[in-house]
C-alpha cells in the first residue's frame, strides 16, 4: 500500500518562512510527478506547485517568486519551500503524486499565516 505523509505545517507571521516535507512509502516502483495543493473552506483545491520526475517545476501565479518546490528521488520525498508567506497562503496543504501510474493524495497539514 502506498502513503503520502505530510508535515512541516503549522502557525507563522506574515513575511516568515515554512518548509513542507511529503514522504512516499510502500511498495513503490515508479514515481512520476509530484506536488502540493491547497485548500480552504468553502473553495476548490488549487495547484500550488509541481515538479517532474526530471525536475521541471510549474507554479501558480500567487506563488511564484516566493515558493519553490524540489525532491530528493532517493528518499521519494518532495518539498516545499514557502518565503514571504501572506495571510492568503493560509489553507490545508495537500501532497499529490502519480505512484505506479496512480495518483495519490496526503492527508493534508495546516498553514496558517497570520497579519
Known amino acids: 500500500q502506498v502513503q503520502l505523509v505530510e508535515s512541516g505545517g503549522g502557525l507563522v507571521q506574515a513575511g516568515g518562512s515554512l518548509r513542507l516535507s511529503c514522504v512516499a512509502s510502500?511498495?513503490?516502483?515508479?514515481?512520476?510527478?509530484m506536488g502540493w495543493y491547497r485548500q480552504v473552506p468553502g473553495k476548490q483545491r488549487e495547484l500550488v506547485a509541481t515538479?517532474?520526475?526530471?525536475?521541471?517545476?510549474n507554479y501558480a501565479d500567487s506563488v511564484k517568486g516566493r515558493f519553490t518546490i524540489s525532491r530528493d528521488s532517493a528518499k521519494n520525498t518532495v518539498y516545499l519551500q514557502m518565503n514571504s508567506l501572506k495571510p492568503e497562503d493560509t489553507a490545508v496543504y495537500y501532497c499529490?503524486?502519480?505512484?505506479?501510474?496512480?495518483?495519490?493524495w496526503g492527508q493534508g497539514t495546516q498553514v496558517t499565516v497570520s497579519s
Open positions: 499529490n503524486s502519480n505512484i505506479n501510474y496512480r495518483t495519490y
Open positions: 510502500g511498495r513503490i516502483f515508479r514515481i512520476d510527478a
Open positions: 515538479i517532474t520526475s526530471g525536475g521541471s517545476t
